[in-house]
């Protein structure tokens, strides 16, 4: 995968990548300041720069939050292992299992972890603001993402470790008003191809004036 400064090829090619992934080449202090200086520049609902990126590129620490994102995995497993392919069901979790399995055997040997949070807590009784606290900080979670992919870098767009949010807070000394989002690991890939998705066109998804309306 390449770099890329064509905006229109890097928002429609930004995909989780979780193989052909450089585990072993370290991710630079520099490129990743740099595009979280343009992930803050995203809109924000609440007119204040709550966000906050905790990068983890040592080894204890990514260590205690890939055991924790495992256990998470496991415990969702259990939880819906009735719903889940065959390939899935059984316990442990080999390499050759599908790709998001390998994430969670591999996440400690990622160069970078990148959990982006956000300062307070969203409203438990108000969904508008709700909206308003996430609609804060998750824009800035994808604005990442997408420079990391116009740096040539890949990455993956998870929440699965909020389950464990008070263990990880522990573990990596988060105050206990920040609330956890999105964990993006990163790495430099190795002859990854992204393309866009087949995914369903705008006439599809789209209504005009009214609920249900296409024209």
Not at 31 to 38: G, W, Y
Request: include cysteine; aromatic fraction near 8%; proline fraction near 7%.
């Amino acid at each position: 995968m390449t770099a890329s400064n064509d905006f229109f090829e890097v928002v429609s090619t930004t995909r989780s990548v979780r193989r052909r992934l450089d585990l072993d080449r370290p991710v630079e202090r520099a490129v990743l300041e740099r595009c979280i200086d343009a992930a803050v520049q995203a809109p924000t609902g609440l007119d204040r720069e709550s966000w906050r990126f905790l990068v983890l590129t040592e080894a204890e620490p990514k260590a205690r939050v890939a055991a924790l994102y495992r256990a998470s995995f496991e415990g969702l497993a259990e939880r819906f292992r009735d719903r889940l392919p065959a390939s899935l069901r059984d316990a442990p979790l080999p390499s050759d299992r599908p790709t998001y399995v390998g994430l969670a055997e591999n996440l400690h040997r990622m160069p970078a972890l990148v959990l982006v949070c956000s300062e307070g807590r969203p409203s438990p009784d108000d969904t508008a603001m709700q909206v308003a606290f996430y609609g804060s900080v998750l824009p800035a979670a994808w604005s990442l993402m997408l420079a990391l992919r116009a740096e040539g870098l890949g990455a993956t767009w998870t929440t699965l470790l909020v389950s464990e949010e008070a263990a990880v807070a522990e573990a990596l000394g988060i105050p206990a008003d920040v609330t956890q989002t999105v964990l993006l690991p990163v790495a430099y890939t190795k002859g990854a191809v992204l393309r866009p998705a087949a995914r369903k066109g705008a006439a599809e998804v789209t209504y005009w004036n009214r609920w249900g309306r296409r024209t």
